[in-house]
């Protein structure tokens, strides 16, 4: 089997930030409209009065404290709250290509390969703004890559499992070089009118070349040692977003549409299968935790992100070890750990190993362990 190398990373970070203060001001008037015209019916106990959200908590809960987003007009508006992004015609780029293609470029740049030499695109992530045809095909198209391209949604496990994809394209001889591109619009799903969720996503696109080894060029390849993944069926993180939702017009509005999720039930139920599933692929490829140099995890919540890496790697960890990014970026979906390992992989030399890890909605975990060449 041919053996394979991620080659390059790139990044695109949209062009506003907003602070949880910005949107814990904005969530707060909103309820303090909805309580002051509900008052009546809340004193008769009909309707819940909603409770505030603070910043603090947000921080102190998740680990983020800003997010960016590509629009930020509707957001903090306690009317709107909501993104108000522009519908583009059909003959433009559309907002997903344009982002996936600027983190495409860099990771083109980094791995020394040109979008001609590429053939097969992966557009993976938590959402596509639409059915068909395909971004990634769009992505051929404006980028002027060969062979084919098809998109793929596995929530926040779409760019490992993605990059599991080029891997076996690779290792068969589908593709000789694949460009796995993430670009994770998630601000137009998120309930802004929702204390649990409010603050947690982020927009962003990150892209990876993943190559056969005998043909790479960069300096910055890793070689691809292991790649696994992992689902089991679960309803604590769902959308129910979808093209049947116009076809029942009395509920396509309702708030099970966008992001939702049982926060603490995610927590207690995928932290024991994300342990599972890197104690059984760490055993097969007879690796020990402390010889990563780095793991490169997921960044939905800080707690949860100390909580895999004490359990792999004991207490005194330095806080190098597993970088965090959703300070910064929030929950990005799928990108998240490709951020993380774009931002922090330049000290690594020939030999030292990393761990890029996801896990998430569905559930789906995808872990995939990687040697500096
Ligand atoms: N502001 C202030 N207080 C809030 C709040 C907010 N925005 N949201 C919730 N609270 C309150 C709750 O009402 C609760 O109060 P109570 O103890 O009086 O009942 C308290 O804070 C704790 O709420 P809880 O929902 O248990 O918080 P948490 O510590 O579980 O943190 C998440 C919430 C969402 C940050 C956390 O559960 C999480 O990130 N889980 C992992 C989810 C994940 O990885 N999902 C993947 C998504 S792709």
């Avoid at 505030?52 to 908590?57: L, T």
């Avoid at 390992?341 to 995808?366: E, P, R, V, W």
């Amino acid at each position: 089997m041919n053996k394979v190398v991620i080659s390059g990373s790139g990044l695109y970070t949209p062009p506003h930030s907003v602070s949880n203060e910005e949107l814990v001001e904005s969530y707060n008037t909103y309820v303090n409209e909805h309580n002051q015209l509900n008052e009546t019916a809340i004193a008769a106990g009909d309707v819940d009065a909603l409770a505030h959200s603070s910043a603090e908590f947000i921080e102190k809960a998740s680990g983020i404290k800003s997010r960016y987003v590509m629009v930020k007009e509707g957001i903090l508006d306690p009317k709107v709250m909501m993104p108000l992004i522009k519908d583009r015609p059909s003959d433009a780029l559309s907002m997903q290509a344009e982002i996936g293609i600027a983190a495409a470029k860099q990771a083109l740049a980094q791995a020394k390969v040109n979008a001609e030499d590429i053939d097969l695109v992966i557009v993976a992530c938590a959402y596509t703004q639409r059915s068909y045809p395909a971004i990634a095909i769009e992505i051929q198209q404006a980028m002027g890559t060969k062979g084919f391209a098809y998109d793929m949604l596995v929530a926040c496990s779409s760019a490992t499992f993605a990059i599991v994809n080029a891997v076996n394209a690779v290792q068969s001889g589908t593709a000789s070089r694949v460009l796995v591109i993430n670009p994770e619009i998630c601000s137009p799903q998120v309930n802004y009118r929702d204390r649990d969720s409010h603050f947690i996503f982020g927009d962003v696109a990150t892209a990876v070349v993943v190559e056969k080894a005998s043909i790479a060029q960069s300096e910055h390849a890793f070689n691809v040692l292991s790649s696994q993944c992992f689902t089991d069926y679960s309803n604590n993180i769902r959308s129910n977003f979808g093209h049947l939702n116009r076809c029942d017009p009395v509920a396509s509005n309702d708030s099970d549409k966008l992001f939702h999720q049982q926060g603490r039930k995610v927590f207690k139920e995928l932290l024991p299968m994300i342990y599972q599933h890197l104690d059984k692929q760490l055993s097969e490829e007879q690796i020990q935790a402390n010889e990563f140099k780095r793991l490169w995890l997921h960044q939905a919540n800080i707690n949860m992100n100390m909580f895999v890496v004490r359990k792999l790697l004991g207490d005194n960890v330095t806080k190098s070890k597993a970088p965090v990014v959703l300070d910064e970026y929030a929950n990005t979906a799928s990108a998240g750990s490709i951020i993380a390992f774009h931002k922090y992989n330049q000290d690594f030399k020939t030999g030292d190993l990393g761990l890029l890890c996801s896990f998430g909605a569905g559930y789906s975990i995808g872990s995939i362990i990687l040697e500096k060449t």
